[in-house]
């Protein structure tokens, strides 16, 4: 005889209905195969996606080399140690319903990698527990030898796809990796998962030192001046989201908002993020970078790494790195 669903079994069906149209209602409604092709071409045709292709197997150790894979996505050697910071590595992002499908946005710039073009990686970064930031799919088809610092709470979530260094990190808080010393920051963000229901998850800036080579990794953030504390020892590079502030300007700065931020930490240079990848919001795709290159002006140039799939590598006489070496 079948059983009658119970009230526990009803709860959970409502919470999932509520949950999908929640999402839908966040991210707009997709749902097709994973494997159909994506649309980049409009984005390359908009000059988002680099022609260059990428090699890390060619990277050197002895330098900090940053790429775009898109979105919040940085693969990095950081002098020596390899770096993923929120891995979005497929054709959508949300939730995953099964091997083939899965409901939220499609990207509009193709992968620059495919996780087995990637290569080792020793540490993960994950700044908080939102559907494109903290990608199950995506992290399942990372090495599972890799450390996972993560923001509070989050270690649920990722544990059980089979990586046994898994550490949270709370704002001032940090941790050490192969030499590589990550602290966690604040940000004005917010970490629900499923809003408006399930837990809450904890968010976090980053900041990355190692070999006297910093860099900080803005998480998702309205306009804030919690970040100005990296100032006292600036960092070489700043990576900042740019792109999804309209109409969520209440946790999301805009590219001016950002480049003021940017300015206050000090930082050589700096990474837009966070754009040009996934429909988030209502701007245009192209507006985030435009807006910010213009509130740049005459200092544009310290902003690096303005296309996906692009590779970067901090110059080697950078005056910030060249003035803490000439300190005893
Ligand atoms: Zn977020
Ligand atoms: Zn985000």
């Not at 069906?13 to 649309?39: C, D, H, S, W």
Request: hydrophobic residues 45%; contains cysteine; positive net charge.
């Amino acid at each position: 005889m079948a059983a009658r669903p119970n009230g526990w079994n009803w709860r959970l069906l409502a919470f999932l209905a509520a949950a999908l149209a929640a999402l839908a209602t966040a991210f707009g409604f997709f749902l097709t195969p994973e494997g159909a092709a994506n649309r980049g071409d409009d984005a390359i045709a908009n000059g988002i996606m680099a022609n260059d292709r990428l090699d890390p197997a060619a990277w050197r150790d002895d330098s900090l080399t940053i790429a775009t894979l898109g979105h919040a996505t940085l693969l990095m050697d950081f002098m020596g140690v390899r770096v993923i910071t929120d891995p979005t590595l497929f054709n959508r992002i949300g939730l995953a319903v099964g091997p083939l499908f899965t409901i939220g946005p499609r990207r509009l710039t193709p992968p620059p990698l495919r996780p087995n073009q990637i290569g080792g990686i020793d540490v993960i970064l994950v700044t908080h527990a939102h559907m494109d930031h903290l990608d199950l799919p995506s992290l399942d088809a990372l090495p599972k030898t890799a450390a996972v610092v993560a923001c509070s709470g989050c270690a649920a979530l990722i544990r059980p796809l089979g990586f046994a260094d898994v550490r949270e990190l709370k704002w001032g808080e940090s941790t050490d990796v192969r030499g590589l010393t990550v602290t966690a920051l604040p940000a004005r963000h917010w970490g629900r998962r499923w809003p408006p229901f399930g837990r809450s998850y904890g968010y976090n800036s980053y900041l990355i030192v190692r070999h006297r080579r910093r860099m900080l990794l803005a998480c998702d953030t309205a306009y804030t001046n919690a970040l100005d504390v990296v100032r006292e020892n600036p960092p070489d590079v700043a990576a900042f989201s740019i792109g999804a502030y309209d109409p969520w300007i209440w946790n999301h700065a805009d590219p001016e908002q950002v480049w003021k931020m940017f300015e206050a930490t000090g930082a050589r240079f700096l990474i837009p993020i966070h754009w040009g990848t996934f429909r988030l919001s209502k701007e245009p795709v192209n507006e985030p970078m435009r807006r910010l290159l213009s509130a740049a002006g005459a200092h544009d140039d310290q902003i690096v790494l303005r296309q996906i799939g692009e590779a970067w590598t901090l110059p080697r006489t950078s005056p910030a790195a060249a003035a803490r070496r000439s300190v005893p």
